[in-house]
């Protein structure tokens, strides 16, 4: 996130797009329900009817994986209409006029036969946008799990720039990350080409640094492969072990048939969980980590602010902190490990990472934490980006055409099917299906289908379904409704007893690598 939580109070108008934000965020949503009761306003971008819609001013219902042709369309309207920040954008960007020159193609007519969206509300839209004091973007997993999630992003930060709505409070763009610490995963180098805050592996004085601090030589400048890249890889044969710490991909990946081989084609694979997961269950070694409340440490989450947790309760039986397992294995495997406690690598993490040098245990032990970056031990840390420059000066404007979804209904597969999750339930389910109150309110998947739908396919609520794509088939209760549009249906991936994700796509985008996981073509037939 560019900004912070605490700025949604003050914004003017929020441009929510990719995020069903009341389930998969609900603190987050009731900070932009409350804004609105307040009198901001709300755009709402999201072909199913979700909660967050009661609230919205507007809501337009684009066709699955239309985001940057519609955002296209806005920043159409918003030059045409002379309604762009002229001022922000030539004292802080660069690349307008190639900006300009490719949006002109997307004229509001244009807009509506890829999206759906009638060229007025299309209109209304982008002049609320482009006329609020304060807007705020947020999107999520709906924004980036498309084979053009990278061109997605892009293009909303085009539109921030375009009217300057980024460095500045209660602005920006506003990524809502999908699970506990996964900005922190991130921030200390649990990506494929970076080390921690996202220092390049290679780049030969960024090795040179952390070769020195670790006692090491010959560090592998060469990036590494994406989850992805990796089952790909362990199905051919070329990846022969695989380590897994607080993942099951054998619920959350797409393709499930293609996982399954792939990794029961691993030489050697060690599952480090908290619980007997479904990819747990397949490994030849199961190393028991400690939960949240049965260790220490620092939590990095959705608006960068680090936060130190304690440990409350012991480990059960041989559980053990996650760093206390890696330690011991460095050990085993003759690497010179002298960490003595979680404190002793938050030492080394300021002293080899810029953004969390001053970020420090005694720091956080006072007060709410502290959001990067935060250079120094005298830093108050920083609560939005970007206030005066960009990190490489001037923004550059990124034009982004406009690429359909890696699969469109045909004939055969003629319904598209999108997954998210559900209130009660999260993520494979590995902890909260435990919880015998949320097990009550939500025990079992259900497949969203529209009322005409289903009415020709002589389906009731309840009634048995079986769900086909190219790559596999599942069986689940429909639930007749109208939160989906014609021919769209909709299912959580929350469930083992219909694994959704043995039918998504595992196309990905060219530059993350993120699967098309929103978006899928299938059939669907009532079972007799």
Known sequence: MTNSINEFDEADLFFVIGSNTTAQHPLIGSRIINAVERGAKLILFDPREIPLAQFAT????????????????IMNIIIQEDLYDKPYVQARTEGFEELKTMVARYTPKVVEQITGIRSSELYRAAVMYAQADKAMIVYAMGITQHVTGTDNVKTLANLAMLTGHVGRPSTGVNPLRGQNNVQGACDMGGLPGVFTGYQRVNDPATVKKFEDAWGVSGLNPKPGLTITGMMNAAHQGTLKGLYIMGENPLMSDPDLTHVEHALSNLDFLVVQDIFLTETAALADVVLPAAAFAEKQGTYSNTERRVQLAQCAVSPPGQAKADWEIITALCRRLGMKCDYACTEDIMREINALTPSYGGITYER????????WPCPNDTHPGTVFLHRDQFTKGKGSFLPCEFKPAAEIPDDEYDFTLTTGRIYYQYHTGTMSRRVDLLEREAPEPLLEINPEDAKK??????????????????????EVTTRVP???LFTTFHFKESQVNRLTNSACDPVAEIPELKGCSVKIRRCS
């Open 457 to 478: 396919l002589g389906i009731r609520s309840n009634d048995v379904v079986e769900v086909e794509s190219r790559r596999g088939s599942m069986r689940i209760k429909a």
């Open 364 to 371: 956080l032990s006072s007060g709410y934490g502290l959001q």
């Open 486 to 488: 014609k021919r769209v």
């Open 58 to 73: 507007l809501h337009l219902k684009q066709t699955f994986g239309t985001d940057v042709a519609l955002v296209n369309g």
